[in-house]
């Protein structure tokens, strides 16, 4: 039992280029997220999926696209990359209910130059 | 807008003694509260989660309390450890999106 996955670990970008991030989940989860991690900024939402084939924009959509795969991935897409996309990316997944926990990918960190 | 605040931003304490971490929120309308651990470079883990009817929850050395009527919930770690050296995160959610994380307290515990 992996629990959530993230690929990359690392990556370096230029700005104007495309990539995308993979998450992926074992845990049966129904619901998951797309959050970016930058100092003094915390946590912030950018995307998630509360089901398979439902994706809906969080706090910061702006710059970035989604798909939810199938019920274990989902995946964030970077169509083309800025230096203010500089980041930590963390993917996480819960199960159905908004109160249930969350649980949390290694995370991917990229640099846009 | 929801805010979610953590104080204090740092912490050093000597190795055993009890220490408290808090995190205070002003939106009332609160489903769940989620303390996780983060080390350098690694990802979020989970501690402890409290649902909005529950007062507490307690996992070993960890205590986690909600008062939703003041807005606050406090992570309480006895007999600190080396080992509990990381950064503390508290995250208040309303529901699917509604997911607003402090930007935590960094312990350390010294030897």
């Known amino acids: 039992n992996a629990g959530v996955t993230q690929t990359p670990k690392f990556q370096v970008l230029k700005t104007g280029q495309s990539m995308t991030l993979q998450c992926a989940q074992d845990?049966?989860?129904?619901?998951m997220y797309w959050y970016r991690q930058d100092p003094g900024m915390g946590l912030r939402l950018i995307y998630y999926s509360a089901s398979e084939g439902t994706t809906d924009k969080g706090e910061v959509p702006n710059g970035y696209n989604v798909s939810r795969l199938n019920k274990r991935e989902f995946s964030l897409r970077l169509e083309s990359a800025a230096p203010s996309q500089t980041s930590v990316y963390f993917c996480?997944?819960?199960?159905?209910?908004?109160?249930?926990?969350?649980?949390f990918g290694p995370g991917t960190r990229l640099l846009v130059l | 807008k929801q805010e979610v605040t953590q104080i204090p931003a740092a912490l050093s304490v000597p190795e055993g003694e009890n220490l408290v971490l808090n995190c205070s929120f002003t939106d009332s309308a609160i489903y769940n509260l989620q303390w996780f651990r983060q080390d350098p470079g690694k990802g979020l883990t989970s501690l402890l989660l409290?649902?909005?009817?529950?007062r507490e929850q307690t996992s070993g050395r960890l205590n986690a309390s909600l008062d939703k009527s003041s807005g606050r919930s406090t992570l309480y770690i006895a007999a600190s450890q080396p080992g509990d050296s990381a950064t503390y995160l508290c995250a208040w959610s309303g529901g699917y999106q509604k997911v607003t994380f402090g930007t935590g307290t960094k312990l350390q515990v010294i030897p």
């Open positions: 409290i649902q909005s009817s529950q």
């Open positions: 996480a997944s819960t199960q159905t209910g908004s109160g249930a926990a969350q649980y």
């Open positions: 845990m049966n989860h129904n619901s």
